[in-house]
């Protein structure tokens, strides 16, 4: 089985090709002439499918096998024959369920094939040539999965959470999504709420929502007890910013542009911010938003995988830079960098003030939605972000990545000491087991082509946005990737693959990321850049020459404060100004 290792080797990638049946010619499995395609497998190829799928190959109503039919029932997973363990489970192995392919990536390391449900993402033929892609779920439950895999959460449109709800009810091996987890994302302030009622601190929060909470002249924004609601929007925002000044961060709901998220540098930059995103439409009129008091610290996630409510060990931690360009300029992209790093405790401090506490474990396992239904077991991945402030030395939760969180999940990967496939079959088929890290840091590093960022407010849905995004996205469209693509610390995004060549599909031009790991955050950043170098990539962008150099000194002052962390061998000076 193909790991992710220091040392390791790219499993190679399988190639399918489309062949029609030959005209008069009767399929064996479906006893009639046709012209449907079917997937072939060229030789040298190991098939995985579902039960008979070997024996269905080329299975004609004569007895003889022809080449042109094979068992689409169970979706076909080629990988090498030599190099890894052969599955031979009468199951049809591992399913990414996706939008946008965020994890696509995964999908080759584990022998795995890719649900894409998108029409976009299907339109721009993404990750073909890379690995077996679907776009019809039913496909995939025919094929009697091992494991369904969600790598991202619901939204308006796609009812993410509630299909992954319903298949673990039709007993399929799920994990990685759930009604829950959509409205722990989506609906902040509820999520919000949610900590505080588990004893986790909060900094102080306001929701500015047009259609409930009260009028802006009953607010305490010293009641730190609570997550105040104000019946309003930009208007009545502006005018407590005048009344309150102060440092605040914005925040959307939903699943709003990352770049819409703003810290301002003071009340009167935040005044202005606002009416910008009024007047431009990206804080539409009848849609809430969150200001959040800044708070000085250091930013930093703890994330633990969750099976049926029961926290998995050991956790890990991410410092990662969200802003485009090195020195924290341009827009905010969610992720250029991470930093990851597991804990060798099982109780470390951070998990202790967040995550951990009793209270919220118990929440876990019996979560209740905003109006008090009850939902199944929490059943994915759960990060929170938060502050330790400068201040108090204490954790401040600012928001739940409830999901797969990126890029860090590819640099944990780099951490990860378990075989990739079996350890997420086993927690979707409900076993809760530890996970074995390797020491040290992990690093990843975001690259990617114009016209990204700025396709991140367009949405395909929106007429007048389609036809814009389908123009800018044509110069990241079908740009060869040349240099190691396979090399295991590669993680290929918004690609494809054709006549062995791999190039870009022009999805959003997220085209990889890139991993490395070592002693230290310099030894993994410089691991990672060694394999950057060697790619070429057209107009490559990433944020090569700061991505490290916060976690560097954040580290430093973690471990001043009382924090648990690896060894990071701060420069002396670093460690003295933490102190202080």
Not at 549 to 567: H, M, N, S, V
Request: charged share 25%; hydrophobic share 35%; with cysteine.
């Amino acid at each position: 089985m193909a790991r992710v290792t220091q040392n390791g080797v790219a499993p190679a990638i399988a190639t399918l090709v489309h062949i029609r049946p030959p005209a008069g010619q009767v399929c064996g499995r479906h006893g009639r002439e046709h012209g449907l395609f079917h997937d072939a497998i060229l030789p040298g190829i190991a098939l995985h499918g579902g039960p008979d799928a070997e024996a269905e190959q080329g299975a004609g109503k004569d007895g003889r096998q022809h080449a042109h039919c094979v068992n689409t029932s169970a979706p076909i997973i080629g990988v090498p024959q030599t190099g890894r363990k052969e599955n031979t489970s009468s199951m049809g192995g591992i399913f990414l369920y996706s939008k946008s392919g965020d994890l696509a990536a995964l999908a080759p390391r584990v022998g795995g094939s890719i649900v894409l449900v998108r029409p976009f993402a299907v339109k721009k033929r993404l990750y073909h040539g890379l690995a077996p892609v679907l776009t019809d779920p039913e496909e995939m439950l025919r094929a009697r999965p091992e494991a369904i895999l969600f790598d991202t959460v619901g939204s308006r449109k796609y009812k993410t959470g509630e299909l992954a709800d319903g298949w673990r009810r039709r007993k399929y091996p799920v994990w990685g999504a759930g009604a829950i987890n959509d409205v722990l994302e989506l609906d902040r302030g509820f999520a919000l709420s949610v900590a505080l009622e588990c004893g986790i601190r909060i900094p102080k929060t306001i929701i500015f929502d047009p259609k409930s909470g009260d009028t802006l002249g009953k607010l305490d924004p010293e009641d730190r007890s609570r997550v105040h609601r104000v019946k309003g929007h930009v208007k009545e925002a502006i005018q407590f910013l005048k009344d309150a000044g102060g440092r605040w961060v914005l925040k959307p709901f939903d699943n709003a542009a990352t770049s819409l998220t703003y810290v301002a540098d003071n009340a009167e930059d935040m005044q202005h911010r606002l009416e910008e995103a009024a007047e431009k439409h990206q804080l539409e009129p009848g849609t809430a938003f969150i200001l959040q008091a800044f708070v000085s610290g250091v930013e930093v996630s703890t994330e633990v995988p969750i099976v049926d409510g029961e926290i998995v060990y050991p956790a890990n931690s991410t410092i990662e830079t969200k802003k485009f360009m090195p020195g924290d300029l341009g827009p905010n992209t969610g992720c250029q960098t991470s930093v990851c790093y597991a804990y060798e405790e099982e109780r470390p401090k951070l998990l202790n003030q967040t995550i951990g506490r009793r209270d919220f474990a118990d929440w876990l396992k019996r979560p209740r939605g905003p109006r008090g239904e009850l939902h199944l077991p929490y059943h994915a991945m759960l990060d929170i972000n938060c502050i330790v402030a400068e201040e108090d030395k204490r954790a401040y939760m600012l928001e739940y990545c409830p999901r797969f969180g990126y890029n860090a999940i590819y640099a944990n990967f780099e951490l990860i000491d378990d075989d990739l496939r079996d350890l997420f079959v086993a927690f979707a088929n409900g076993e809760a087991r530890d996970i074995s890290y390797r020491p040290g840091f992990a690093y990843a590093i975001r690259v990617t082509i114009p016209p990204y960022p700025h396709t991140d407010a367009l949405e395909e849905d929106k007429p007048e946005d389609r036809g814009t995004l389908e123009r800018m996205l044509q110069m990241a469209t079908h740009v060869d990737v040349i240099g190691p693509a396979e090399s295991p610390h590669v993680w290929l995004l918004d690609a494809q693959k054709v006549g062995g060549q791999v190039r870009t599909a022009g999805f959003d031009g997220v085209v990889l990321e890139v991993t490395g790991r070592g002693e230290t955050i310099e030894d993994a950043r410089d691991a990672a850049h060694a394999v950057l170098d060697e790619l070429d990539i057209p107009d490559k962008q990433c944020r090569r020459a700061d991505g490290a150099d916060r976690a560097i000194k954040d580290i430093a002052r973690l471990q001043a404060w009382g924090f648990e962390t690896p060894y990071a061998k701060p420069e002396p000076r670093v460690l003295a100004e933490a102190r202080t």
